[in-house]
């Protein structure tokens, strides 16, 4: 029975495992990517972690750490030279596992297990993402409403500058065109009440000369 046992045995021996897990994580070292079943690479991905971790510390016992587990002077020159400076910032999570379609043979689950810092791609699209948020979110802080209604209160005829020439056109037309309908209201008030006034005077003398 499967008490505590919380690793996959992937139906081998120890040794066949362990030598079979050793082979893996050196190619995935190797070539940075290698294509397996889900399985087999979740088991590899808790058997090559550690090791790249151990791998941030170049001394003479880490890489004797190392080799003793993948046996391979190769695998364990290019983690130390070039996949130890290239995952030197990242806190773990130092591989990704994509799935992909199922096998013809027996159905069985197929992914690609890769090294993360290593597919530019990807990489490159998380960050021009975030380039692209932080741009939005900049440009909605510029805007001041404040200024351009301090601006059209001071000035009479105001050009306002739209993407459109018709907006434009519309909005000169009635910026320019009320003052002069209420300077005109206001000549017909100062008429009115000149007018008012005379005939009022003019019916005063009228009164005088009746009364001599």
Known sequence: MRHNKSFNHLGRKAAHRNAMLANMASSLILHKRINTTVAKAKALRSYVEPLITKSKVDSTHSRRVVFSYLQNKESVA????????KVANRPGGYTRILKTATRLGDNAEMCIIELVDYNESYTQAK????????????????????????????????DVQQPEAVDTEEVKTEKV???????????????????AAEETDNKKEEKSEDKE
């Open 78 to 85: 290019e983690l130390f030279r070039d996949v130890a400076v």
């Open 127 to 158: 960050q021009e993402t975030k380039k692209s948020t932080s741009r939005r979110r900049r440009g909605g802080k510029k805007t001041t409403p404040k200024a351009e209604t301090a601006t059209v209160n001071k000035t009479e005829n105001v």
């Open 177 to 195: 065109e009320t003052p002069k309908v209420e300077n005109k209201t206001e000549e017909a008030k100062v008429e009115e009440q000149a007018k």
